[in-house]
């Protein structure tokens, strides 16, 4: 595995600053979501959402944490 940055450029990039946007329009719409009335899966599907918008919103920082990506070259 390789590990996914977003470099300083593109941080400042206008597609970064639309997504952006985008993932927290869909974080704020999941956390409204999970303040209702969900069975146990659901619940914990929809806070699997929510992690994973909030790991790509922390690209988004300086001092982000990386995100584990697979390895393209064909090993396992």
């Known amino acids: 595995m390789s590990d996914f940055r977003l470099s300083p450029g593109d941080r400042s990039a206008n597609l970064w600053a639309r997504l952006k946007v985008h993932i927290e329009e869909r974080l704020q719409k999941a956390r409204e979501r999970n303040d209702g009335d969900l069975d146990p899966v659901q619940t ?14 922390a690209l988004g920082k300086d001092e982000s944490p990386p995100i584990p990506t697979a390895d393209r070259s064909g090993g396992l």
């Open 44 to 57: 914990a599907r929809l806070r699997g959402e929510i992690s994973c918008l909030k790991r790509l919103l």
